[in-house]
């Protein structure tokens, strides 16, 4: 193998490993590692139970966050236009509103010259102002992750509340009282 093979050959693979690609092929079981066995003991199931919720959870937090960053840059983007909108409201009145106004006046009255560009001033203030109101107006918020965590509680807590003393069309007013009463936050 000559040294311009060798050189290939590495810088292929720091390539790879940059990349995510392992040094080593590795193999596909044939069987889940991480099935429970067929018997499996309480601690068992608590421990797949513990990691599926703790799986559950991060995927939440990462759901919403990905929400989130995407409204930030939504508003971000709105807030754009009201920057724009400033910077020709006070900038561009002092140079450009007075040459326009002095060239009407050549034709007009003075007074109505000024006003003329003011009120171009205005109107164009507003436009950009509506601009960015109505890309800001596209902020939802994390919808999808609320649903989410909705959906989640109320699989942990039709769980709970399914006892036999509690669900019958003739339960006792005293299991009614004792189920736990929904959250008020509306979580």
């Known amino acids: 193998m000559s040294n311009g093979d060798r050189r290939n050959g590495d810088e292929r693979s720091r390539e790879e490993r940059r990349a995510g690609v392992p040094?080593?092929?590795?193999?596909?079981?044939?069987?889940?590692?991480?099935?429970?066995?067929?018997?499996?003991?309480?601690?068992?199931?608590?421990?797949e139970a513990t990691t599926q919720v703790s799986t559950l959870v991060r995927a939440e937090v990462e759901l919403a966050r990905a929400e989130i960053t995407r409204d930030v840059k939504r508003g971000l983007t709105g807030s754009v236009y009201f920057i724009a909108a400033l910077v020709v409201l006070f900038y561009s009145t002092f140079f450009f509103f007075f040459f326009v106004a002095e060239l009407l006046n050549n034709w007009l009255y003075p007074w109505l010259s000024y006003l003329i560009v003011f009120g171009v001033m205005v109107v164009a203030t507003l436009l950009l102002a509506l601009l960015g109101y109505l890309k800001v107006r596209r902020i939802r918020g994390p919808r999808q992750t609320i649903e989410s965590v909705k959906e989640t509680r109320e699989v942990f807590t039709s769980h709970d509340n399914k006892t036999p003393a509690a669900t019958g069309p003739g339960a006792s007013d005293l299991s009614r009282s004792s189920r736990p009463r929904p959250d008020p936050s509306g979580w």
């Open 23 to 47: 040094n080593t092929i590795t193999s596909i079981p044939l069987t889940d590692p991480h099935a429970l066995p067929a018997n499996p003991s309480v601690g068992d199931l608590v421990k």
